[in-house]
């Protein structure tokens, strides 16, 4: 046997192979899109306190995760903004992590969140495993998990989050708790 003729043998058998696996529906190959109404991926990372933070903490709350970097001038516009909703709504039921993917971690973004006078949580994620755990294709991006965490939102790009519309929004979720109130986008 010539070499095309071992080569040609090697790439079809290595493709039947790799078409077996996928008729199979293993685990391992299944790619399963992140979708509202199903519960959020919990994640763990470290606040600039250096102190663990994970979403599974805040069940019971209404949790506005908000994937950004202080590069991404998208999402700097929205800060101020997030602060205001965070201020009106600390306290009642709602938080905001704010999942910074940063590469410096602490060195930039502690500056940033002192300089912009932001006070809601910001947590370090320098290697960017958020990015996969929420399938995100960008920043910013938000992600609302409702008292039983549940992703009830998905928002791609940034957003005024003091405006009426979207602080209605998040009152009727934390209000409702299961209800899933259309408004935010």
Excluded: H
Excluded at 125 to 133: A, L, M, R, Y
Aim: glycine share 8%; with cysteine; net charge positive.
């Amino acid at each position: 046997m010539n070499y095309r003729g071992a080569i040609f043998l090697l790439v079809a058998v290595i493709a039947l192979a790799v078409l077996f696996l996928l008729k199979q529906n293993n685990s391992y190959l299944k790619f399963s899109p992140l979708e509202t109404g199903q519960p959020a991926p919990n994640f763990t990372l470290p606040g600039l306190d250096g102190k663990k933070i994970s979403l599974s903490d805040y069940r019971g709350q209404v949790v506005l995760v908000n994937i950004w970097a202080t590069w991404c001038p998208p999402c700097v516009d929205e800060m101020p903004s997030m602060e205001k909703l965070y201020q009106e709504l600390k306290g009642k039921n709602f938080e905001i992590l704010a999942v910074s993917i940063d590469e410096p971690g602490e060195k930039v973004v502690a500056p940033f969140m002192k300089k912009n006078k932001l006070s809601f949580p910001a947590l370090l994620d320098p290697e960017g495993t958020i990015k996969s755990v929420y399938q995100t294709t960008g920043v910013p991006e938000s992600f609302i998990v409702n008292k039983q965490g549940i992703l009830v939102e998905k928002i791609i790009g940034p957003r005024n989050w003091a405006d009426p519309a979207a602080v209605r929004y998040l009152r009727d979720l934390i209000r409702s708790g299961l209800k899933t109130p259309s408004g935010v986008r």
